[in-house]
C-alpha cells in the first residue's frame, strides 16, 4: 500500500486568494513556495512485514522526533536508532536482510526516551527470529547458537568442564548434587565465569567472597547450562525455550532459599523471563546480594587500592532492572579508590556491545561501524582519566581489556568489582 494517496496532489491544490489580517498575509501562499515532499511515493510494504509480526507492532508507531538518535550507542560509531531504522523500512529497505537487524544491542536506552514506546528489545528479536529460520544469521552468531546447542554454553567448551575453575579458587565450592542437602544460595555461576580465563578469574573471586562471608552456598556445576537470555535476544527463541526448560529442571531439584547470579543477563532471564516457563525463586545480582552483607564484607576490606575507578553500568542491571547504586556502594567500601563517573552512566550509561547477541557478532559489527561499542567506551574512561574500569557483568571483562588493547589504552586495567573487593580482602 503506498501512503498518502488519500492526500490531494499539488497540482490540484486550487490556489487560494491571499488572506490578508492587519498587513500579515496568512493564506499559507508561502508555504507553497517550495516544491512538496512527495510523500505518497513511499512504499510501506516493508514497514508492514515488520509491524505485523508480533512483538514488532511498535516499529509503526514511530513519529520521528529522534529523541532515540541522540541516545543509540551505534549511532555514535555508525549510522543507526528507531527513527532511522523506521525511515529506511518506509523508503524500501527490507530489515529482514539489511545488516541493521543485527547491530541492535537491545540496550534500551531509544526506549528509555520514547514518547511512542516503540520497543526494540521486542522488534529485533521479532524479526530475527524470521531470519533465523530461513538461516540468514551471520556466520559467528550461527556458530555461538550452535556451541550452545552442542555444549550448553556459548564458547563451544565440554559441558564436562563446567565446574573446573572451580579447582583454584582455593576454597570450598559445594556441588549441589554432592552436598545433598539445602541451601541458603544457590549460586548460578553463568557461562562466561565458568569458561573464560578472565570471567573465571572473577568466579574464583566470587568464590573466596562467599567463602570469608560464611555464606551457605552451592552451585549446580555440570548440571547449570546457559541461561539462553542473549541467544534469544538474537532471534534464537528456540534456543532459549530448551534452555530454560533444562536449567528450571535443574534448579527444580534442590532446596534452596535463594539464587544470586553473577551476570546481569541471568539475572535478566530469571527475574523477567523464567517465570513465564513456570520458574518461581528469589535472584539477586550478586552486587545487591553483598550490600546486604556490607555491614561484614567492610571490616575485611583492609588493603587500600589507591586508583580512579569509573564503573561502567551494565545494560541489562542498570536500564533493564534499575540497579544502579550496588556496584557503587561496592566499589566505595573499597578504602583508597577514587570513584569517578564517566558523562554517559547510570540511566544513559554507554552500551558495551555485548547484549542481544553482541557479544558474538563483533566481527560483523566491526564491518559496519567506525569502531566497537567496547573501544568508544574504554575510550571515555580514558578520557575521563580513569586508571581501572569497573565492571560487574562477564561479557564486559573481555571486552573491554581486548579495547584497551586495541585502542592503545593498554595502561587501562579492566577488573571486575569481584577482583578489586578479593584484591583488598587479601592482607
Ligand atoms: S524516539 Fe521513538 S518516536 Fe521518536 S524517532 Fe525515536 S522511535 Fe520514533
Ligand atoms: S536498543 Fe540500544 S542499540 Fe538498539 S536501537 Fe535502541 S538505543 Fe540503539
Known sequence: MAVGLDKVRPDKVTEEK????EGMDISGHWNRMFEQRVIWDYDVDNLEKVTNLPGGESLGWCYG???CTAVCPIDIVGDYSPRKIHRKTQIGVDLFTSSDLWLCTTCMNCLRVCPKEVNMI????????QAVLTGAVPPELQKAFEDTAKHGNPLGQPQRKRADWAKAAGVPVPIMKDLKRAVDILWYVGSYPAYHPRGMDAARAAARIFNALGID????GIEEKDDGDSQRLAGEKGLFEMLAEQNIAAFGKYEFNRMVVTGPHEF???KNEYPKYGADFKVAHYTRFLVEHLDKLRPMLKKPINLKVTFHDPCYLGRHNGEYEAPRELLRAIPGIELVEMGRCRENGYCCGGGGGGMWLDSFTK???TMRLSERRVREAAEYGAEVLAVCCPFEVSRFEDAAKSTGNDKLIVRDILELLDESMKE
Not at 18 to 21: I, K, Q
Not at 217 to 220: D, N, P, R, Y
Open 18 to 21: 491571499h488572506l490578508v489580517v
Open 65 to 67: 522526533c529522534a529523541k
Open 122 to 129: 521486542q522488534i529485533m528479536p521479532a524479526v530475527r527470529e
Open 217 to 220: 552456598f552451592g552451585i549446580l
Open 268 to 270: 535478566n532471564a530469571f
Open 367 to 369: 564491518e559496519h561501524t
